[in-house]
Each structure stands twice: as C-alpha cells, then as structure tokens.
C-alpha cells in the first residue's frame, strides 16, 4: 500500500473512525475541530498534506448541517494546502432521501448537497448503500457506493427461521430486498407505502405471500422507525407469524424509533456502524461493523484496484 496517504475525520463517527484506521495498521491525521461561541465551525489541520493522497471521514448523521459542514470544511483546508487528492467517505451521506421534487416549490437536496462537495474540491465520494443507486448520478465525480448486504447477510445467515420471505417496506427497497433475497435464498414480497407525515407512513398494499412466514424485513435506513413499524404491522394484519428480523444499513434510530420497534415480534434488529451512538442496552439490536468493507475499499482505491466485489 502506498505510504503518501492520510485520514482524517469529521466527528461524527469517532468509533468507526478508529476501527478504519486500526484495520489499515495507520493513525487518524492530526486536526483540530471546534465551533467558535456563534456555533460556527473551526477547523485546522494539524500536519502538512502537501501533495497527499487525502481520505476524509464524515458520516452525515445528525446534526447533520453540522457535519456537512465539517467536511466541506475540512476539504476546503485540504485543497488549499495542496493535497493531490481528496476522497470524501460518506457512509451514510444525508439529504438523499430528497431526490425528487416532491411539490412544486421544493428544492432537491440531494442533488444541492453533492454540488457543494463537488465545489468545494472533493475527487472521489465513497459511501454505501446510497438511499437509491442514481443519486450518484448528481455527482460529476467518480462515486463508489459500497454495500452492506454482504456484511450483513453473512451475520443474518445463521439466524433466520426457515421459509423466511424477504420483505421490502416499500418499492424503493426492492432491489435491496432481491439482493438479500438472492444471498439467503429466500423470496420476496414488497408493501406500498404512502408517507403521509416526516414521521408516518400508511401501508397500501402487498404483494407476495407471506402467511403463517417469518419475514426478513430489510431496508437503507432506521429514522423514526415509522416505516418499519408500519410494515410490521400490515404483514401481521396479512398473518405473517410473529418472527420478524429486520436488517438495515443506516441506524439513525431517533428519538421513538426504540419504542416503535421494541415488539415481541421483532426478534432481531440489525444494523451497521455508519451512525454512531447505537444504544448498548437494547438485547434483539446488533451492530455489525463495515470498517473491514470501507479500509478494504481505501487499500485498493491506493492500489487502484476495482472495487466491484465491495
Ligand atoms: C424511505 O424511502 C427510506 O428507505 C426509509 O424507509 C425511511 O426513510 C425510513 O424512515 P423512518 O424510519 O422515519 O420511517
């Protein structure tokens, strides 16, 4: 692996920095971040990056302004210090659940947010399980979007009831579903949804069978949990059996989503670490880590290896 390269971090996902840099035998790039008394954001970087190969760490997890900001920050102080070149890590990159004008009057964020990495001087975005593959597409830059499925689908194996049926939460889940499917060997079924509020969502139809079957419910994200929790509900009211395993890439789990999930049904609740802050004392949830996924994409990227495997 070549030498001439640095990592440094927003702070948003302390653990799962440490966990990449220990993965690649390397220390985290010394920097300062502090917020001046307004709330503004201070950033300083703390060793020379001249003509480095420059990966910076930034989760989009809330406050996710915040965060934003840090990173675009961070690469600012890069560019001018004449880094080479800048690979932003964005596990879960924020804002790309708006990729669409949903009313006349609205803006498409996502699309915002990726002009503004772009031109504050990031290369090269790598991120996992984008809320849906095309938003790579409002990227001018190279964008690998890694995925969980792999990770996640080897920890789930060995915990599945038999006859389970993969089950998207609403059609913009399919393709996660068909791959999880694909892995585990199970089949698929998939609910429509209409999100009434930010935080509820009204299940309209099904198609698949899923009676007297334990479902695998798999999804990009855990918000409020008002998705899933409607899910549950509308594979109960088809009489699916109480045995529901979900598996999810981005564990935001705001304030509720606990309380929404914590059923009897739910056997299994399984997220990754691409947001930090997971609770330790909730006895169905288990976090697996992606940093062996992410410090494997960081080696070949170096190498200039593909990462279609990944
Ligand atoms: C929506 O399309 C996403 O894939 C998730 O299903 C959704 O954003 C989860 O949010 P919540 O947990 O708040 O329902």
């Not at 220390?27 to 020379?48: K, M, N, Y």
Request: with cysteine; hydrophobic share 45%; proline share 5%.
């Amino acid at each position: 692996m070549p030498k001439e390269f640095l990592i440094f971090a927003g702070t948003a996902n302390p653990d799962l920095t440490s966990a990449i840099a220990a993965e690649l035998k390397v220390l985290p790039g010394a920097c300062t971040i502090t917020r001046f008394p307004d709330g503004e954001i201070s950033v300083e970087l703390l060793q020379s990056v001249r003509r480095k190969e420059v990966f910076l760490l930034q989760t989009l997890s809330p406050p996710v302004n915040d965060h934003l900001i840090e990173l675009l920050a961070l690469t600012d102080a890069c560019r001018r210090s004449a880094a080479a070149r800048i690979t932003a890590i964005v596990p879960y990159l924020g804002y790309t659940r708006s990729d669409k004008r949903h009313g006349r009057r609205q803006p498409i964020a996502g699309r915002m947010v990726a002009d503004v990495m772009e031109a504050v001087g990031i290369d090269h975005v790598l991120t996992m399980d984008l809320h849906a593959p095309q938003i790579e597409g409002f990227f001018h830059i190279p964008v690998d979007n890694l995925s969980a499925v792999l990770t996640l689908s080897n920890t789930l194996g060995k915990k599945l009831a038999a006859g389970f049926v993969v089950v998207a939460p609403d059609g913009g889940a399919l393709r996660l579903a068909t791959e999880y499917a694909q892995r585990l060997n199970g089949t698929v079924a998939v609910l429509h949804k209409r999100r009434e509020t930010g935080t509820r969502t009204h299940v309209t139809h099904l198609v698949g069978d899923v009676r007297d079957k334990p479902c695998l419910i798999v999804d990009d994200m855990i918000s409020t949990g008002g998705t899933l929790a409607s899910c549950i509900e509308a594979l109960s009211r088809a009489g699916a059996r109480p045995d529901f395993t979900i598996a999810a890439t981005h564990g935001l789990l705001l304030p509720g989503a606990r309380q929404k999930l914590s059923q009897e049904a739910v056997k299994k609740l399984l997220i990754t670490d691409t947001i930090a802050g997971a609770p330790t004392d909730w006895p169905s949830l288990e976090v697996v880590s992606i940093a062996p996924v992410i410090a494997e994409a960081i080696k070949r990227l170096l190498e200039h290896q593909s990462l279609g495997e990944l």
